[in-house]
């Protein structure tokens, strides 16, 4: 039982990384913008990554409150993030395709906001997991 506490905030500091990680990136294409190449490629490659972390991250979620498993729900919002970086991807390579190549650092910084909405939502539901319900 204090091994699904550990796995669900493991979780939600992973989910907290990637917000950290993502900011720097964001920070650093606003200090040293860079242009995006292969956009058609980073286009189709941000398509099948939304697709597929959101079927993870259904499965993840369904089978986390089937469970009573606060750590895979979590990991199931982890997997939404993915999905939501994903999209984030497509965009950029839309943005810059389309001649605004400033909106990629700004679309990173939404996307940074996102992770950090969802690693508080996931904090939550750690935080809230009963182990008493396990029982």
Known sequence: ???????????????????CVALVQTIERFIHPHSLSHLWLLAAAGLI???GNEVAAQIRTRAGKRLNSAALVADGNHARIDGFVSLGVLMSAGVVAIGVPIADPII?????????????ASWKTVRAWDPEQQQ
């Open 1 to 19: 039982m204090r091994g699904e506490r550990w796995a669900g905030l493991a979780v939600v500091l992973a989910i907290f990384a990637s917000a």
């Open 49 to 51: 990554g939304f697709f």
């Open 108 to 120: 990173g910084l939404v996307i940074t906001l996102v992770i950090l909405r969802i690693t508080w």
